[in-house]
C-alpha cells in the first residue's frame, strides 16, 4: 500500500489546495486549538518519518506527524480549512506516539493531536455510515454494562460457529468493511465472561507493605478476566492490600483518543469519584492504552473547577502494574514455568512505550522468572495497529501494520508472546491466526502469576 512520496510538506499541501475550490477558510474554534508553540517547535527535520505507521503504509508525507503539524500551522493562521479534505489526516494517525519518542527537537505531538481530534469532532460533518459506526463503538465499548447485554448473542453466535461462515463468504467484509474489522477482533466468550469474581478489598499476603487501588477496565473485565485476577493475586502475594471499588467505569481511552471530549471528562469523572476516599497508595492498571489515559486525567479536567485539583491527584498516583512491582520490587518466590528454557517475545504496547516510557520493568520482571529466555523483534517500537479503535475505523492500514508486526514476532522464533494490551492481544491473535499460527499469547502479569503459584504452562 506504500507509495512512498517524497514531496516536502508544503509542495505537497499547496498541491492540494490548488485542486479545491474553496472560497473560505475555516479555522480551529476558540476551546483549546492546537498550541502555536508547540507547532513552532517542529523544524521539519523528518526523524519522526520512519518511525511513524501511517507514513510506512500509506506513504503520504500529510499522513506523517510533519504533514499533519504543517496542517496544523496552515489551519491555525487560516492558510488552509479545516475541513472533511484535511481532518483525513489526522483521522489517519493512530497516535501511538512513536513520533515523540524519536523527535530530537522535543515536539510534543501527543499534545497537539489531543488537542486536534476534539476541534475535529466539533467543527468537521461526517457521513451518515462514519456517524453511526462511531455512535456504535462510543455508546457501547466504554460502557461495561451495556456490552454485558451483548454476550449472550457473541456467546451463541460463536458457539454455533456462525463467525467461520460470516468469514468465508467475504459479503460483510466487501460491503461493510468496518463492521467485518469489529467481528474479526471479537475475543473469546467464556463462562467467566459473565460474572465479576473479584471482592472489594483482597488482604495482602504476609506483611502488608501497600494498599492499592486496582482498575478493572471494560473490555479487560469483561473478555480477559484472568488478567485482572492474576494482577490481584500477584499483588497480594508482593504484599499489597488491594481494594476494587465496585462503582467503577471505563477509563476514558476510547473517547479520549478519538475527540470525544465531553464523553471522556464525564467517565473520568465517574473514575475519581469511585475512588475517593479509598487511601490508597497508588492506583493500578494492567491495560497500557488505559494507563496512559488515566495519567492524563489533570489535562483532561483542566477546565473543571471542581474536579481539576482532584484530577491531578488522583493520576499521580495511576502506575502500571509492571511499574508499580518494579519499584518496589517483587517478594514473592518464582517458580519456572517450564521444565525446559522458555523462549519468550515481549510486544511493547505503544502507550506503555512512547506514552509512559515504560520499557525496561516489564522485561526486568520477566527476566526474573527462572528458566526464560527473553527475545526481541526487528521494529519493536512500530505500532501493531490496534491503536484503541483505530483498527475498526482504518482497517486497511491496521492489518498491513498487523501483518508486519506479528512477521517481526514470529521471526524472533520465541513459542510465547507476552503482550500488556488488550487491544494489542486481539489485534495481534487476529494476525497469527490469518498467518496459520498458533502462538500463545500472554500478558506478563498472568506469567508471573503462573511462576507465583507454582504453575508450569504444560498443564494448561
Request: hydrophobic share 35%.
Amino acid at each position: 500500500m506504500n507509495t512512498s512520496d517524497t514531496t516536502k510538506p508544503a509542495d505537497q499541501f499547496n498541491q492540494n489546495l490548488d485542486n479545491q475550490n474553496l472560497d473560505s477558510f475555516p479555522s480551529f474554534d476558540a476551546k483549546h486549538p492546537p498550541d502555536q508553540k508547540l507547532v513552532d517547535a517542529c523544524v521539519h527535520c523528518g526523524f519522526c518519518l520512519t518511525t511513524c505507521p501511517s507514513y510506512r503504509v500509506i506513504g503520504k508525507e500529510m499522513d506523517s506527524p510533519r504533514g499533519r503539524i504543517y496542517l496544523m500551522n496552515a489551519i491555525n493562521h487560516h492558510e488552509a480549512p479545516l475541513s472533511t479534505a484535511t481532518s483525513q489526516h489526522f483521522d489517519s494517525c493512530l497516535g501511538c506516539l512513536a513520533c515523540t519518542t524519536a523527535c530530537p527537537s522535543g515536539v510534543q505531538y501527543d499534545q497537539l493531536i489531543a488537542a486536534t481530534r476534539p476541534q475535529v469532532e466539533r467543527n468537521v460533518p461526517r457521513s451518515l455510515g462514519d456517524r453511526l459506526f462511531r455512535q456504535l463503538i462510543f455508546s457501547l465499548f466504554p460502557y461495561p454494562n451495556r456490552l454485558r447485554w451483548l454476550l449472550v448473542p457473541l456467546f451463541v453466535y460463536q458457539k454455533l460457529g456462525l463467525p467461520k461462515l460470516v468469514r468465508s463468504t467475504g459479503l460483510l467484509q466487501r460491503f461493510l468493511p468496518r463492521l467485518a474489522a469489529m467481528e474479526s477482533l471479537l475475543p473469546n466468550v467464556t463462562a467467566e465472561s459473565f460474572q465479576d469474581t473479584l471482592p472489594t478489598v483482597i488482604p495482602a499476603q504476609g506483611e502488608q507493605r501497600y494498599r492499592v487501588g486496582m482498575i478493572l477496565g471494560c473490555v479487560q473485565r469483561l473478555f480477559f478476566s484472568e488478567v485482572n485476577e492474576a494482577t490481584a493475586r500477584v499483588l497480594s502475594a508482593n504484599g499489597c492490600e488491594v481494594v476494587i471499588p465496585k462503582s467503577q467505569g471505563c477509563c476514558a481511552a476510547l473517547p479520549q483518543h478519538q475527540g470525544q471530549e465531553e464523553q471522556a471528562q464525564a467517565i473520568a469523572r465517574q473514575m475519581i469519584d469511585s475512588f475517593e476516599g479509598t487511601d490508597v497508595d497508588a492506583i493500578i492498571i494492567n491495560a497500557a492504552g488505559c494507563g496512559h489515559t488515566l495519567k492524563e486525567y489533570g489535562h483532561i479536567l483542566q477546565d473543571d473547577p471542581d474536579y481539576r485539583e482532584k484530577a491531578h491527584e488522583f493520576a499521580s498516583k495511576v502506575k502500571d502494574v509492571q511499574e508499580f512491582l518494579g519499584a518496589i520490587g517483587l517478594t514473592a518466590k518464582l517458580s519456572p514455568l517450564t521444565d525446559a528454557p522458555l523462549t519468550l517475545v515481549y510486544q511493547d504496547a505503544c502507550h506503555l512505550l512512547h506514552g509512559q516510557k515504560i520499557s525496561l520493568q516489564p522485561r526486568q520482571l520477566l527476566r526474573q522468572i527462572p528458566n526464560v529466555q527473553l527475545r526481541e523483534p526487528m521494529d519493536a517500537a512500530l505500532c501493531c495497529g490496534s491503536a484503541g479503535v483505530y483498527n475498526m475505523l482504518q482497517p486497511e492500514v491496521a492489518d498491513e501494520l498487523g501483518q508486519q508486526k506479528v512477521q517481526n514476532l514470529l521471526n524472533t522464533g520465541a513459542t510465547l508472546i507476552a503482550s500488556s494490551n488488550p487491544g494489542c492481544s486481539l489485534q495481534i491473535q487476529k494476525h497469527l491466526q490469518l498467518q496459520g499460527k498458533t502462538v500463545p499469547l500472554m500478558h506478563p502479569i498472568r506469567l508471573l502469576d503462573y511462576s507465583i503459584r507454582g504453575v508450569k504452562l504444560e498443564q494448561l
